[in-house]
T-cell receptor
């Protein structure tokens, strides 16, 4: 069974400082990893994904994530945080086919990011 | 990125009534659609997966007769909550994935529907 852990329920960072949101995963085979962001009362917006290739993946809104196979981690990073980045962030892993090519996503519990002006 | 819409965004209904939520992929054909439920301050719980033209596959513990899912076309899926009760109140989010049924395809999410059953 696959799983995702986001060890921090909340991360606080000052505006302009770098931010990191942590994620570790467990999956058999090669991991396909995703980050999504959710604003209040909204659905999830896709930020970036790792499939294969370069371990550093660049995504939307200046976010990037680093895949580390030995540490089974996929931490989300941004060099300079904005107040508008305050939201709920979900890490997800996509596992093997569960039938009919569905390839379900398994989500972490989410990390609330608060950027303080 | 691809756009997924949901309608309605909010719905309030009386206990015992049925509510239908629509999910549409606006600029791509969704071969697979997913329905999730999210409780306050919690992660998403997958309810069911549907492929166009096929019956939905429900997750363990999700009542098929309670949550009817129809994926009649490549751009539309509907979730009907039948005989809704207050415990069905939640935030329902749909997701769609297009293209080939491979792991590389990204899932795109709708904005969600807030259901309140009185």
């Amino acid at each position: 069974a696959q799983s995702v852990a986001q060890p921090e329920d909340q991360v606080n960072v000052a505006e302009g400082n770098p931010l990191t949101v942590k994620c570790t995963y467990s999956v058999s085979g090669n991991p396909y990893l995703f980050w999504y962001v959710q604003y209040p009362n909204r659905g999830l917006q896709f930020l970036l994904k790792y499939i294969t290739g370069d371990n550093l993946v660049k995504g939307s809104y200046g976010f990037e994530a680093e895949f580390n196979k030995s540490q089974t981690s996929f931490h989300l990073k941004k060099p300079s945080a904005l107040v508008s980045d305050s939201a709920l962030y979900f890490c997800a892993v996509q596992g093997q086919d569960s039938g009919a090519g569905s390839y379900q996503l398994t989500f972490g519990k989410g990390t609330k990011l608060s950027v303080i002006p | 990125g691809a756009v997924v819409s949901q309608h309605p965004s909010w719905v309030i209904c009386k206990s015992g009534t049925s509510v239908k939520i629509e999910c549409r992929s606006l600029d791509f054909q969704a071969t697979t659609m997913f329905w999730y439920r999210q409780f306050p301050k919690q992660s998403l719980m997958l309810m069911a997966t549907s492929n166009e033209g096929s019956k939905a596959t429900y997750e363990q513990g999700v009542e098929k007769d309670k949550f009817l899912i129809n994926h009649a076309s490549l751009t539309l899926s509907t979730l009907t909550v039948t005989s809704a009760h207050p415990e069905d109140s939640s935030f329902y989010i749909c997701s769609a994935r297009g293209g080939l049924q491979t792991r590389q395809e990204t899932q795109y999410f709708g904005p969600g529907t807030r259901l309140l059953v009185l």
